[in-house]
């Protein structure tokens, strides 16, 4: 997901009638938060040409997956279909209502309007209402703010599913690993195997091949339950991409991303990309609109019309009647003299702007505390990865190496040989479950904070 969000708001704290946010920018507006393997318009619904099944076989990176899910993914292509159906209520909000024409007949003779120029038995008339000038062009500004918050839901939308794809794939990534570590020291427990049978010729007790036969027993439940493991997280991911679930979808590489060293720059960087926050500024944008709307009802509507009435002379009672026709011009007007009702609908609308605003505030918080946590447990991660890669792992790999040349010759037994062979594959599967965790917070890092960490911009020097 590539960081396209120019920096559009500063974070705010609204009273009624005392702050105005700014208006966002229109390039924040017309991209839709489109991320780098999005689909080019949210008109377009699933794609003519798709990924066959067969392609997604095996082993993919990472990115390959996110484009796929971009490209056909429900929730995106629902949520597309929402900011189209969205934009459409602008035009409807400020087109003028439909004329109205009535056509009044009166068919029977004797009971019919009568004047001195005959009888008139249809009248035909045409009004058509003028809303007080501006209340059209706020409520297309109303319903604009509408769009743009579809256009922040839509981009909620495909980070979450972004974030999904990072998640299982992540926990498809770390099963491989373990089901490959396993089947490695299966084959070291092979060995181990040999050393003991090997000593059973010299009248060792059998109890050393019998210990270690368990063992790779052990390690066959274990596979059996990695491979099952394998299968659930792999159907967990082809949810995501909208695949079929007997895919075999396969994880290809590890590439982690480095979080920024300084926790300052997410806080600015998700004040500028995260879609939550933004959408809030945009429900106070309208709920101002809302508020001025809510004025401009003191102002009456103004309704234009113009009548045709028809005489003739057929049965005219007039002695003098001509014929001639009617023609009427009105012009009439609304009265807001329900003051009490207008008045609590601006008082409303200023709750809503404060009310809006207070929201804006309580998810920036949040926003902030999130990335806290994570940064947290980051850090936490990536501390105890670098031990494991350079300490605990090698040493428990000399401590095994050791334990084996001593078994040979009869210094250790078989029982301390397997503990420390055991706690080696530990410490392995261990690092492997460290590492996806760690891309698993990354991958929530990037969508609590909005943009991808790796294109953020580089830090000042001091």
């Given at each position: 997901m590539c960081c396209r969000f120019t920096l559009l708001f500063a974070p705010l704290?609204?009273?009624?009638?005392?702050?105005?946010?700014?208006?966002?920018?229109?390039?924040?507006?017309?991209?839709?938060?489109?991320?780098?393997?999005?689909?080019?318009?949210?008109?377009?619904?699933?794609?003519?040409?798709?990924?066959?099944?067969?392609?997604?076989?095996?082993?993919?990176?990472?990115?390959?997956?996110?484009?796929?899910?971009?490209?056909?993914?429900?929730?995106?292509?629902?949520?597309?279909?929402?900011?189209?159906?969205?934009?459409?209520?602008?035009?409807?909000?400020?087109?003028?209502?439909?004329?109205?024409?009535?056509?009044?007949?009166?068919?029977?003779?004797?009971?019919?309007?009568?004047?001195?120029?005959?009888?008139?038995p249809n009248t035909l008339t045409l009004t058509q209402s003028f809303p007080w000038f501006g209340k059209l062009r706020v409520r297309g500004e109303v319903a604009e703010q509408e769009t743009r918050i579809s256009l922040t839901r839509l981009a909620q939308a495909q980070l979450k599913v972004i974030e999904d794809v990072n998640l299982a794939y992540y926990e498809v990534l770390f099963n491989q690993l373990a089901i490959e570590i396993t089947e490695e020291n299966r084959e070291l427990l092979k060995i181990l195997l040999g050393y003991a049978v090997a000593r059973l010729r010299t009248g060792a007790s059998q109890q050393d091949a019998l210990r270690a036969q368990v063992e790779l027993a052990k390690l066959e439940d274990r596979l059996i339950r990695l491979r099952r493991q394998l299968r659930q997280t792999q159907a967990d991911l082809a949810k995501v991409l909208h695949a079929s679930p007997e895919a075999d979808l396969k994880a290809a590489e590890l590439n982690l991303p480095s979080a920024p060293?300084?926790?300052?720059?997410?806080?600015?960087?998700?004040?500028?990309?995260?879609?939550?926050?933004?959408?809030?500024?945009?429900?106070?944008?309208?709920?101002?609109?809302?508020?001025?709307?809510?004025?401009?009802?003191?102002?009456?509507?103004?309704?234009?019309g113009v009548g045709w009435q028809t005489i003739t002379t057929d049965n005219a009672l007039a002695g003098v009647a001509n014929g001639n026709d009617n023609v009427a011009f009105t012009v009439g007007v609304n009265l807001p003299i329900w003051r009490d009702k207008l008045r609590a609908g601006v008082s409303e609308a200023e709750h809503r702007v404060v009310e809006s605003a207070r929201y804006y505030d309580a998810t920036r918080d949040d926003t902030f505390r999130l990335i806290k946590r994570l940064m947290v447990q980051t850090r936490a991660l990536e501390e105890q990865i670098r031990l494991f890669r350079e300490s605990i792992i090698p040493k428990a790999e000399q401590t095994l190496n050791v334990s084996m040349a001593d078994y040979r010759v009869g210094k250790v037994d078989f029982l301390q040989l397997i503990d420390n062979w055991t706690e080696l594959l530990d410490f392995q599967i261990q690092l492997a479950r460290l590492e996806s965790s760690l891309g698993q917070t990354l991958a929530s890092l990037e969508r609590v904070v909005g943009c991808e960490l790796a294109a953020l911009p580089d830090e000042e020097p001091h």
């Open positions: 704290v609204l009273l009624a009638g005392c702050a105005t946010p700014p208006e966002p920018d229109p390039y924040y507006t017309e991209t839709a938060y489109h991320v780098q393997w999005a689909a080019g318009s949210v008109e377009t619904d699933e794609p003519a040409t798709l990924p066959l099944e067969a392609e997604m076989q095996g082993p993919h990176p990472l990115d390959f997956y996110v484009q796929i899910a971009l490209e056909r993914n429900p929730e995106i292509l629902a949520a597309q279909r929402g900011v189209a159906a969205q934009a459409e209520v602008t035009p409807q909000v400020t087109a003028l209502d439909d004329p109205i024409l009535v056509d009044t007949v009166q068919p029977f003779d004797n009971h019919s309007v009568q004047t001195a120029a005959g009888r008139g060293e300084q926790i300052d720059r997410l806080y600015e960087a998700a004040v500028r990309c995260r879609p939550e926050l933004h959408e809030r500024l945009h429900a106070i944008i309208r709920n101002q609109r809302v508020q001025e709307l809510a004025i401009l009802r003191f102002y009456p509507d103004v309704t234009l």
